[in-house]
T-cell receptor
Framework: DADVTQTPRNRITKTGKRIMLECSQTKGHDRMYWYRQDPGLGLRLIYYSFDVKDINKGEISDGYSVSRQAQAKFSLSLESAIPNQTALYFC????????????????FGPGTRLTVL | QQQVKQSPQSLIVQKGGIPIINCAYENTAFDYFPWYQQFPGKGPALLIAIRPDVSEKKEGRFTISFNKSAKQFSLHIMDSQPGDSATYFCAASKGDRDDKIIFGKGTRLHILP
């Protein structure tokens, strides 16, 4: 979805390096999410934010941190990358103002493929 | 109780066949059940969704069947085409504005030409 952009799209880094993945959205949605996708494990939630002042841990937050710089921006950091953080990372948004149920519809970005050597 | 169990993990079907992907859940508080479709190199996108007040919903060649008593729901693709080859995720949420969505682990579907 062009309304949710992620940078970089691909990144190769070394163990121990700090890396930041960035997400921007023009949909005007309040809620933003970070997921990682691994083969056979599906989409697992790392962190989510329901507004600028609200940050929540997801299923697999260890080793990650996030920053919600503005309503439209939500970044994910790996303070000291390790090889098992090699994965496809997705940012997503949802619209709090939508009808109940539909407010949970996730709009995903194109993903960042991260490789940690 | 928060899990959504999806099967099979992968599926190969001949063109024109009807692939069926199944999901089961435990939490009876879930009341919104979407399916997402993901093509290689893309993010997942909403395909179709159902609320538990109906047993079936159709959109084009895609149908969700919902069995509330069994706590199961499934996706059927009629007259499947090679272009339907993708990864499909089922999901569930409580639909209240303070909760997040729970995804199944995904099914890689390949439609043979």
């Amino acid at each position: 979805d062009a309304d949710v952009t992620q940078t970089p799209r691909n990144r190769i880094t070394k163990t121990g390096k700090r890396i930041m993945l960035e997400c921007s959205q023009t949909k005007g949605h309040d809620r933003m999410y970070w997921y990682r996708q691994d083969p056979g494990l599906g989409l697992r939630l790392i962190y989510y934010s329901f507004d600028v002042k609200d940050i929540n841990k997801g299923e697999i937050s260890d080793g990650y941190s996030v920053s919600r710089q503005a309503q439209a921006k939500f970044s994910l950091s790996l303070e000291s990358a390790i090889p098992n953080q090699t994965a496809l990372y997705f940012c997503a948004t949802s619209d709090l103002q939508a009808a109940a149920g539909e407010s949970d519809t996730q709009y995903f970005g194109p993903g960042t493929r991260l490789t940690v050597l | 109780q928060q899990q959504v169990k999806q099967s099979p993990q992968s599926l190969i079907v001949q063109k024109g066949g009807i692939p069926i992907i199944n999901c089961a859940y435990e939490n009876t508080a879930f009341d919104y059940f979407p399916w997402y479709q993901q093509f290689p190199g893309k993010g997942p996108a909403l395909l179709i969704a159902i609320r538990p007040d109906v047993s079936e919903k159709k959109e084009g060649r895609f149908t969700i069947s919902f069995n509330k008593s069994a706590k199961q729901f499934s996706l059927h693709i009629m007259d499947s085409q090679p272009g339907d080859s993708a990864t499909y995720f089922c999901a569930a949420s409580k639909g209240d504005r303070d909760d997040k969505i729970i995804f199944g682990k995904g099914t890689r579907l390949h439609i043979l030409p």
